[in-house]
């Protein structure tokens, strides 16, 4: 059995694209045969690691690669505050949330106490973020009493049946629900001199009105706050107001997925949905969570959630349990303690910089923008169309793995560079990966132009 080649991931593993020698083709056939045709590997020669350690995954050999990827251990690989909080629940109590527990609630008091200005009052506990979209959804359905829902044309909101219809990102493989409506993402880079705000509220209008037309009275706006997958749209902040008030107006509810852009990871508030000056239904929250433990969940207004609780219990055998829940406490106050959405700012501002002077030199940098720690480099075959060079930016991501700097790619296009680095990069990280990005793109393209600013 053999990997599929997949399209749709531009940095996925391709049988027979490069050598990877015999050992690694053995590794490689036994997880096919074991684990099926589903699973993909990333880059065109595959990684194993055996350790991580704040920003740096090892490899078997002991080389040491920098994890500007992965947003899940966003406070560094096994950070030691939270290896410590769940190896002392581990060995005290695990149970689940059918008995009282005060990690939960001392959980709960934090994280609503971080959305202040809202009306979000409970918060609900999954393993997975695709979970906590899923209930946001059932939530979404039984509130307004419709089904449709729109996402913008990238999006990825997770697995489940009910949510990979919602997740265009997926291919076209995965059937979107005939209750889905996809909406342009607002891509300021590609809409010169438009006003953003007008035109993105203008689509989710559109898409409500179509829905109508169509007997499918709509239940909800879901979007990624920072459009991770879309391509990485931070600007300009504020622009999804009149969607929000649109969706509302149709009797939906608006929900931000926060599980790429939360926890601190765009710098300055520890929400996406802040920047925007948003107040949502509901905001769904995972990933660096539990810096690698499983625990995601959802915020609510009482309002979203008070008929759903009302109609059908909800338990999660998993979700909410004592050590997942103090693994996720530990995050929250090791980003306190550390100081880490001010310092997501700061050293964040150094490498959009870092990386935006590389544009004087590569001619094939479209556009950078980011906000905090979290950086989009649009690569294009020409500056003047802005057309994408996806086969570029699939060199650069493998040049980059071959010199031990891991990111990846997103974007319709699949061609946007996705850089997102644990929240306690330091400043010398910055420029090794500034500098190996330059190394990269003169290797992927064959030349620079010049000095670099
Ligand atoms: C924006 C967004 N929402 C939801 C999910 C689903 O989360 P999980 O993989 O934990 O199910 C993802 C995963 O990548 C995501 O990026």
Redesign the pocket.
Known sequence: MTSTIDLNMVNAYIPGRADVGPEMAAQIARRDALLGPAYRLMYERPLQFVRGEGAWLIDPQGRRFLDIYNNVTSLGHCHPAVVEAIRRQAGTLQTNTRYIHDTILELAERLLASVPGTDLAHLMLT???????DLAYRMAKVRTGGTGIIVTET??????DA?SQF?PSLGAGVDLGAHVRTVPAPRLYHAEGADLAARFTRDVEVAIADLKRHGIKPAMLIV?TLF??DGILPDPAGFLTGAADAIRAAGGLFVA?????GFGRTGGQMWGFQRHGLKPDVV?I??PMGNGQ?I?GLMATHDALERFGQDSRYFNTFAGNTVSCAAALAVMKTIEREDLIVRADTVGTKLNKGIAGLANRHEAIGDVRGVGLFVGVELVADRATRAPDRALTSRVVNAMRDRGVLLSACAIGHNVLKIRPPLILTEDQVDLVVTTLDDALIEAAGHALGAAA
């Open positions: 393993c997975t973020g695709s979970e906590a979209n999006a990825y909101h997770g697995f489940t949510v997740s990624d991770t997958s997925d926060e599980v790429q852009p769904t995972g990933k499983p995601a």
